[in-house]
Structures are given as structure tokens and as C-alpha cells.
T-cell receptor
Framework: QKEVEQDPGPLSVPEGAIVSLNCTYSNSAFQYFMWYRQYSRKGPELLMYTYSSGNKEDGRFTAQVDKSSKYISLFIRDSQPSDSATYLCAMSAYSSASKIIFGSGTRLSIRP | EADIYQTPRYLVIGTGKKITLECSQTMGHDKMYWYQQDPGMELHLIHYSYGVNSTEKGDLSSESTVSRIRTEHFPLTLESARPSHTSQYLC?????????????FGSGTRLTVV
């Protein structure tokens, strides 16, 4: 079983829709939860991260972590065509020696 | 704009050739990483370094080798390329306090071995 599971999509929604992206994980030691965005032919870029449980909002993006269910989500409000990309969830434990474990990514397309 | 650079961006090479993928960062980060990414698959860590003269193998077995002689430079070498090495290779770096969440990635090298 993979440590991090992510639906690969593709997911296609009309412009202006609310998008929900999700990941599940199995390692209860994970404390940092991240979302990276990867445009075609580019490396991933950190979108936002949260530590432990709870919500975090940054503009049109909201990240949620439910550690009891081992489930994380990224919501995108008022989606734009420029949001079309692959979104990777990622997680790591608290130890400074921990490496980041990435999901396989969800390909998102926003239709104008 | 990311301050981590990978060259070449694309490389098509014949089986048996020796290749070196370059990665340089200008941020002074001690921690650097090499990931392998295939389409629709998660990133797999193949090598990492926590500083000069420090290199470790990652979770995914790889026939490649790395070196870290200077802080800013973390090249990856394949002594004899094979078609199974065809993949995208991503280099990343992080500050010590952001090693758990804040990686900066390069744009990657897409390698094709024919």
C-alpha cells in the first residue's frame, strides 16, 4: 500500500467552479501537509502547507487537514484557466531528517 | 522565478553512453535532492545531500551516482545509460528549517535513452 494515495484524474471543470482535490495517507507520523502545483514541462512549486490539523486559507486556495481520518483536501474557489495544472499533495514527519513523500498528482483542467 | 537550474532541459542519448545531469542553486541551501518522475506517477527520491561531501541514496534504487563538492552544485551521473533510465529527473533544494515542507524545484531534465 502506498503511503500517500491521490486520484490522478483528469478533472475538468468550468471556469468559476469550486474545485476539490483530495489525498489520503496511512502514516500517522506525518505532521506537515503540502500542496504543490506543477505546470506542464516545469518542476513542482509549493502552493501552501499546513502543520498538523486544521485549515489554512491563502486567497482562493484553502487547505484542510483531518488527521483523524488521514485525509487532506485543497479547495480552489473561483477557478481560473491559469489554475490548470497537476496538483501534488505531499507529506512529511516532524523529524528534520524526514523526507517529503509525494502523491502521484491530480491533473486539473479549467475550461474557459 | 526559481533559483535552481537544471541542464540540459531535454536529452536524447544512445544506450551505453555516460551522462551527467547538472543542477545548481544560488540560494545557499545545504539540503539538495534528486527525484525521478514518470508520467502519472509520484516523485521518487533517488539521492539527497545535507551538505558538502554528504550524499545518501533515496528510497528508489537507482544506478546513478551523485557528488556534492560545492554547496551550490549537485550533479547526477549515469555511467552507462539504458532505456530503463528514460524518465524526468527533478532537482530540488531546501533551507534547513524548511526541509520538512519547503522544497524549491528546478524545471527538470527529460531524459530519453534510445
Amino acid at each position: 500500500q502506498k503511503e500517500v494515495e491521490q486520484d490522478p484524474g483528469p478533472l475538468s471543470v468550468p471556469e468559476g467552479a469550486i474545485v476539490s482535490l483530495n489525498c489520503t495517507y496511512s502514516n500517522s507520523a506525518f505532521q506537515y501537509f503540502m500542496w504543490y502545483r506543477q505546470y506542464s514541462r516545469k518542476g513542482p512549486e509549493l502552493l501552501m502547507y499546513t502543520y498538523s490539523s486544521g485549515n489554512k486559507e491563502d486567497g482562493r486556495f484553502t487547505a484542510q487537514v483531518d488527521k483523524s481520518s488521514k485525509y487532506i483536501s485543497l479547495f480552489i474557489r473561483d477557478s481560473q484557466p491559469s489554475d490548470s495544472a497537476t496538483y501534488l499533495c505531499a507529506m512529511s514527519a516532524y523529524s528534520s531528517a524526514s523526507k517529503i513523500i509525494f502523491g502521484s498528482g491530480t491533473r486539473l483542467s479549467i475550461r474557459p | 522565478e526559481a533559483d535552481i537550474y537544471q541542464t540540459p532541459r531535454y536529452l536524447v542519448i544512445g544506450t551505453g553512453k555516460k551522462i551527467t545531469l547538472e543542477c545548481s542553486q544560488t540560494m545557499g541551501h545545504d539540503k539538495m535532492y534528486w527525484y525521478q518522475q514518470d508520467p502519472g506517477m509520484e516523485l521518487h527520491l533517488i539521492h539527497y545531500s545535507y551538505g558538502v561531501n554528504s550524499t545518501e541514496k533515496g528510497d528508489l534504487s537507482s544506478e546513478s551516482t551523485v557528488s556534492r563538492i560545492r554547496t551550490e552544485h549537485f550533479p547526477l551521473t549515469l555511467e552507462s545509460a539504458r532505456p530503463s533510465h528514460t524518465s524526468q529527473y527533478l532537482c530540488a533544494s531546501s533551507e534547513p528549517l524548511q526541509g520538512n515542507y519547503g522544497y524549491t524545484f528546478g524545471s527538470g531534465t527529460r531524459l530519453t535513452v534510445v
